[in-house]
């Protein structure tokens, strides 16, 4: 299983990754060892994902969601809620 996914930062900002270990790599960033990025906004809290057979698929769906608005991002988080 590969995995797109979407955690929320401690200063409220959203950040987009994919992975094929999701619980390990949302442990990871709890523990500063994800991205750059959440490395400096620990905790995070996972708001969304997404499942999917192929890396690619899910790098592909991982690089739509980047270049979505925080906008955007809230109403897919919502949606899936």
């Not at 400096?40 to 690619?56: D, G, N």
């Not at 769906?61 to 809620?81: A, C, G, N």
Request: with cysteine.
């Amino acid at each position: 299983m590969n995995y797109t996914y979407i955690v929320k930062c401690a200063d409220g900002s959203l950040y987009t990754g994919w992975t094929n270990h999701l619980e390990k790599r949302i442990t990871a960033h709890n523990a500063g060892k994800g991205a750059k990025y959440t490395k400096s906004r620990r905790p995070v809290e996972l708001v969304y994902y997404e499942i999917f057979e192929t890396k690619e698929q899910a790098m592909s769906r991982e690089y739509t969601i980047k270049q979505m608005s925080r906008l955007q991002k809230e109403k897919l988080i919502r949606k899936q809620s």
